[in-house]
């Protein structure tokens, strides 16, 4: 064992603590209004990207046709509630626009009965 310090270098870091100084440190999107189901699309294809750097070039790209919140996280590989920073920034630009799904009647009973077979599952397992 040594008694030298070691050295962290960037590469090391990760692609999280590039994130933590794009969002400059935002760990939370203060918007309620973007869920999983929220539907994002490029709504100004034509104009120059307002912010600089990668993560804002893919969001923009991949929602030139409408994606969800909870797609672009998933192509993107990041944590949800970093995409949703940076797609509230975008929001915020007026680059994309975000449109939540349409409730439908059937939603209630779906949920409910998804929720009771899952506690069924769970007590089959738990025996």
């Known amino acids: 064992m040594t008694d030298e310090p070691e050295h962290w270098y960037e590469e090391d870091a990760g692609p999280l603590v590039r994130l933590y100084a794009v969002t400059r440190g935002r760990g939370r999107a203060p918007r309620r209004e973007l869920d999983l189901t929220t539907l994002l699309i490029d709504a100004h294809a034509e104009a120059a990207p307002r912010r600089p750097g990668p993560e804002y070039d ?32 975008l929001i915020d ?18 949920d409910l009965h998804v929720l009771r077979a899952v506690l069924a599952g769970i007590r089959r397992v738990q025996i």
């Not at 996280?73 to 949800?80: G, K, Q």
């Not at 630009?93 to 779906?110: K, N």
Request: charge should be negative.
């Open 58 to 89: 893919a969001i923009v790209e991949m929602c030139r046709a409408p994606l969800s919140v909870a797609e672009v996280s998933a192509h993107l590989h990041l944590p949800l509630t970093l995409t949703k920073v940076l797609v509230g920034d």
């Open 93 to 110: 630009d007026g680059r994309l626009a975000a449109r939540a799904p349409e409730p439908t009647a059937s939603e209630p009973s779906t």
